[in-house]
């Protein structure tokens, strides 16, 4: 839906104040001498509606002003929402919960406005997670955050209205680079650059720093994509990319959002940590980084790719100890190995491979049952708990597979 058809939803506070003076305020082009910012704010904005969040003690002390406010605004378009004054925790959970009882019944053909100016004691945090709240479980979003900043008027009593909506973007940016840090899930910080990028009317930015946003966007995706479904070598080919396509994007966003940076750092740390320099070779220290991105999933939870991975990293294995390393990207050579592992008297087997196993297990004899154990706890989960995994009690598994990967490179060590 189109910004032309969505209406437009201000939300005001009114307040203690005792004198309310005459200003002229004003925001981008327009402005408006008034004393009241939520008059200034009806004018440039022409809301659909207008909720007043007040408390019962400010009405008590400053009616006539609240009245004439709404002489001002348009009684027929505004509506009085009484909140307690938040003095202690109960009430501080009762805004948060008539914030949300008033606000989630604007849905998403609504654009909200919110000024803060006249807001009091404790509301103004209460009502910021309410919106974070209501933007993340009911997907309401905040339109615009601002502040009539009387106190900064200049000779000609003209005051600038500020916009504060950075604030909720940053939480939204640390978020996404939390979600990025956790479990290296990146659609979300994906989709804040891409904002960046489309956010001509704050950030102005030429056609190379908006490609090299772009590519970074979609590199983030893709990354994420390959890593969390497992794909390491693709993964792993990607992040001397990325990483080169974040250090031409950090001076654009050092520039234009320089609060940003330590998040951005954050991201770069990550990446350059898990690089690897050749992807395509097998080699022990293949291996020994192969482990590494097993216990990093482990980290994150990620206990299915974690054994997934443990499974691959178990034929590596084989193959450098018995196999051909120039093959061991290509999949019918991986089973080849896996099957002749699982029966090296098997009657299809290549008897020179099988020899080698054969050996490999008489000289390492716990290879076998870590081997069967990884498969146990594979087919566990990728066939989702049906068949012999049914019944079984998964609590601990992170620990039980941590465990295995230990035994397993325990045996590597031994070379």
Not at 62 to 77: C, S, Y
Request: hydrophobic share 35%; glycine share 4%.
């Amino acid at each position: 839906m189109s910004n032309e058809k969505q209406k437009r939803l201000l939300i005001t506070f009114f307040g203690m104040g005792k004198n309310y003076q005459e200003t002229t305020y004003f925001l981008e082009n327009k402005e408006k001498t008034t004393k009241y910012i939520a008059d200034a704010l009806n004018e440039f904005l022409n809301p659909d509606k207008v909720l007043i969040f007040t408390t019962q003690e400010a009405i008590d002390k400053n009616n006539a002003f609240k009245e004439e406010i709404e002489e001002k605004i348009g009684k027929d378009k505004t509506e009085t929402v009484l909140v307690p004054s938040g003095k202690d925790q109960k009430e501080q959970e009762e805004i948060f919960k008539k914030v949300l009882e008033e606000v989630k019944k604007y849905n998403k053909e609504w654009e909200i406005y919110v000024d803060i100016t006249h807001t009091f004691r404790p509301i103004p945090l209460v009502f910021f997670i309410s919106l974070f709240y209501l933007k993340n479980f009911y997907n309401i979003k905040t339109s615009r955050i601002f502040y009539g900043n009387f106190e900064q008027r200049d000779e000609n009593n003209r005051s600038p209205v500020i916009e504060l909506t950075f604030l909720l973007d940053i939480v939204d940016w640390f978020n996404s680079v939390n979600m990025f840090v956790k479990r290296y899930e990146a659609n979300e910080l994906a989709h804040k650059l891409k904002l960046m990028v489309d956010n001509e009317k704050f950030l102005k930015l030429d056609p190379e720093q908006k490609n090299n946003l772009i590519n970074l966007s979609e590199g983030l995706r893709k990354f994420s994509g390959e890593y969390l479904n497992v794909r390491a070598v693709q993964f792993e080919r990607l992040l001397v990319d990325l990483n080169d396509k974040l250090s031409k994007s950090k001076p654009i966003i050092n520039e234009n959002l320089p609060i940003l940076s330590p998040l951005i750092d954050k991201v770069q740390t990550e990446i350059e940590n898990l690089q690897t320099p050749e992807p395509d070779t097998l080699n022990m220290d293949t291996l020994r980084y192969r482990i590494k991105l097993i216990y990093a999933y482990l980290r994150r939870n990620l206990a299915l790719q974690a054994i997934l991975l443990l499974r691959e990293v178990f034929v590596d294995y084989l193959i450098l100890k018995v196999g051909d390393t120039g093959k061991w990207l290509d999949y019918d050579y991986r089973e080849k190995i896996s099957d002749t592992f699982n029966k090296p008297d098997g009657n299809n087997v290549d008897k020179d491979i099988a020899e080698k196993i054969k050996s490999l297990q008489k000289r390492n004899s716990e290879l076998r049952k870590i081997w069967k154990d990884i498969k146990y706890f594979r087919n566990n989960l990728a066939h989702c708990g049906i068949g012999k995994a049914e019944k079984e009690d998964l609590s601990g598994l992170k620990n039980k597979i941590e465990n295995l990967t230990e035994k397993f490179e325990a045996e590597i060590r031994k070379g």
